[in-house]
């Protein structure tokens, strides 16, 4: 049985007070939220936080602004973010990521900027201490190597956040407050391809809200492949947006991978390809061959890794074809057991 | 090194504990107040044999902070039943012999029951969906949903 080490309990009542304390505390401090991630790797010893901050009673965080677009607060749990009506008719990619999230269980408690933040994933980190330690550890933590390529200079850990490939897709921006000030960035930019320094939010800030833009003409949708229906991190996650002109050709187009990086992956070019053209069959099926172009899946998730690069054009493709406007709820069905 | 007072309401009555920070909800459930009725399987949120109910939540007990539980509302399988008179999950589980060892058992009634307050009449597929945070390694699944299904039924007065 797994439990958790030592670590001082701070609980502040406002984002001020949260900041203040994560800059006292410097690197040995990190904030708790839903907890469903950061417990789990504290109970593996991957994260050893000296002192934990908690968001629980941090006011404000749970706010939800519609106005032109939508802001969501970071504090939103993924039930909560199901739930809001706006972001169901308006925001469908977001809608379809948060609620292919794991487990109801863990939606209730998981929160939006934790699925954001959430930490990079391996077969050789996700592990107790015991069975890292056994194989010299990684380079992830207190190791040297980097198990799932022996030559890689840069640790390889998978961006596993299903709601960060439908959000960028979606063109949102995020809000990060410290003591010294508070910025806002397009979500793209808050990751790194690096297993290690996978996102730029620096250790003394606070992601407070998610910002999205009006995006009137635009549909979106998220597709999730994993093991089982439900409940698993993806093996590999397709987010689509585009706006349509009334003929049936695109307007603006952004196709994000997740799940065969160590960020979610835009992908700029097989984006720009459907502009001004109508998504057909055979434009829908070159999208999809660009698209597995830049999809590298490494083995250090689940199921075969080859397999996972040869389906990401039929993933793109069932996430163009509902963009489209076809029927995709039976494919939907098989897939992922729900209708969505 | 200082605990950490607590209240809350478990079951609807009202208890206080002491905690240090790094246990957790189930470690109090267990150890401070002796509800050893939730089970503790894989400790990181894949499993579902710690499931409970925060103020009307659905959680993973084994993933949420004892003190964070400072004023909320639990809910444990030792509410469910009234008295002698079982909740009609815990009828449906006997009868369909939904169950052999048992451990999971108090996670999934408590996963089920959240389930049909939110849909009384969900069909299989949303029972299979609903559960999958809840496993069981040995009854193949079949005659638990058989049951949550047959105790909506009921419940239903259907």
Redesign the interface.
Same mark, same amino acid.
Not at chain 2, 57 to 60: H, I
Not at chain 2, 62 to 65: E, N
């Given at each position: 049985m797994m439990r958790l080490p030592w670590f001082q309990y701070q609980r502040p009542a406002s984002v001020a007070e949260a900041a203040r304390m994560l800059a006292a505390e410097g690197p040995r401090g990190m904030l708790i939220a839903g907890g469903t991630d950061l417990l789990p790797n504290m109970k593996r010893r991957q994260q050893t936080p000296a002192t934990l901050i908690s968001l629980s009673r941090v006011e404000g965080l749970k706010k939800i602004t519609n106005g032109s677009g939508l802001t969501l607060g970071a504090g939103l749990t993924l039930t909560e973010v199901v739930g809001t009506g706006a972001v169901r008719e308006k925001y469908r990619g977001l809608w379809q990521a948060a609620a292919q999230v794991a487990s109801p269980h863990l939606r209730n408690m998981g929160t939006l900027g934790g699925n954001l933040c959430l930490d990079t994933r391996c077969n050789y980190y996700n592990q107790n201490e015991e069975w890292r330690e056994a194989i010299g550890y990684c380079m992830k933590k207190e190791g040297k190597t980097c198990w799932v390529a022996t030559a890689s200079k840069r640790c390889l850990a998978v961006s596993s956040t299903d709601t960060a490939p439908a959000l960028i897709a979606l063109d949102a921006k995020v809000r990060l407050v410290s003591a010294a000030g508070e910025r806002e960035l397009a979500l793209a930019s808050l990751y790194n391809n690096d297993g290690i320094n996978y996102i730029t939010r620096k250790p003394d800030e606070i992601l407070t809200e998610v910002v999205l833009p009006q995006l009137d003409g635009w549909s979106s949708t998220y597709w999730k492949l994993r093991r089982r229906g439900s409940f698993d991190f993806p093996l590999l996650g397709v987010a689509a947006a585009a706006r349509m002109a009334p003929d049936g050709s695109v307007l603006e187009a952004r196709v994000v991978l997740g799940a065969v990086s160590s960020q979610p992956l835009p992908l700029a070019k097989a984006s720009e390809f459907l502009v001004g053209k109508k998504l057909n069959d055979e434009v829908i099926a070159e999208a999809g061959v660009l698209a597995a172009s830049r999809a590298k899946p490494m083995d250090n998730t689940d199921l075969d890794v080859y397999w996972r690069k040869e389906v990401v054009p039929s993933f793109v493709g069932y996430a163009l074809r509902e963009i489209r406007g076809d029927d995709m709820r039976a494919m939907r069905m098989r897939i992922s057991r729900q209708a969505l | 090194?200082s605990r950490?007072h607590v209240s809350a309401t478990v079951n609807g009555d009202q208890v206080e504990f002491l905690c #240090? $920070? !790094?246990?957790?909800l189930l470690d109090a459930l267990r150890d401070e107040l002796r509800l050893t009725g939730t089970k #503790?399987g894989c !400790? $990181? !949120?894949d499993c !579902?044999a710690c499931?409970v109910m925060v103020d009307g939540? *659905? @959680?993973?007990s084994? *993933?949420? *902070?004892a @003190? #964070?539980a400072e004023g909320k509302a639990i809910e444990t399988v030792e509410g469910m039943a009234k008295g002698e008179k079982l909740h009609p999950l815990q009828k449906k589980f006997i009868e369909h012999a939904a169950l052999q060892c048992g451990i999971c058992t108090p996670g999934f009634l408590i +996963?089920a029951r +959240? *389930?049909l307050e939110r849909n009384p009449d969900p069909t299989e597929? #949303?029972v299979?969906?609903?559960l999958?945070?809840n496993l069981c390694r040995c009854t193949g699944y079949q005659k638990i949903v058989e049951a949550v299904l047959d105790a909506g039924r009921e419940m239903r007065g259907a």
């Open positions: - | 090194m950490n #240090e $920070t !790094g246990q957790t #503790e !400790g $990181t !949120g !579902g499931s939540r *659905l @959680v993973c084994c *993933l949420m *902070l @003190v #964070e +996963a +959240a *389930l597929s #949303e299979r969906f609903w999958a945070g």
